[in-house]
């Protein structure tokens, strides 16, 4: 993410949307387990011993475990069990609901698309969450949906310019005239 630290809201945001559109792949850490040898000093005239302790590493995003996994899921979902719980039940509300469904899944709809257009002489990208037919959508992970937080947290992030863009986008690429929809 560029050198961003990723805060819950990031993840379980981004979690919900690869699990509703199956892209990127998701992928739960849970930590581990690491043998390691421990000293124990023997008693009088005896030899100190060497065991090997089991050191339980958890969830935690630190440590060498961590990045041994982060190394070798790179490019994927990377969340933890209780994450990964919290998002499916986000992607399940999204894959279930009538509007969503006919937005986001109609036949012909395309996910996670480029679109490269010109404006104004400039070169200009977007990546447009669900293109149809008849619509462009923009998904966006909520705490809450309700309209005046909805209408408050979309003015402050400006999320109707870039679905504006997106549409711009559209036409100016000569995907065609698109309605908008956050």
Known sequence: RGGIDETLSMRLGTGGHALTFGTPEVVVYRGGTKLTDKVVKGKKGEPDTTVQV???????????????????HAGKVILS???????MAMAEAIQTHPDADR??????TQHE???QWLQAGRR????????????VADLKCV???????????ARNLGWAAQLAWYMDGCE?????ERAGYL
């Open 113 to 115: 698309v480029p679109l």
């Open 124 to 135: 200009c990208t977007g990546r447009l969450d669900s293109l149809g037919p008849h619509a």
């Open 143 to 153: 705490q809450d949906a309700s309209p005046y937080r909805l209408r408050y947290q």
């Open 81 to 87: 069990e209780t994450e990964h719980a919290k998002a």
């Open 172 to 176: 100016l690429a000569d995907v065609g």
């Open 103 to 108: 937005l986001l899944f109609a036949p012909g």
């Open 54 to 72: 089991a050191k339980e590493y958890t969830s935690v995003r630190s440590g060498s475990f961590w990045e041994a996994f982060e190394i070798e």
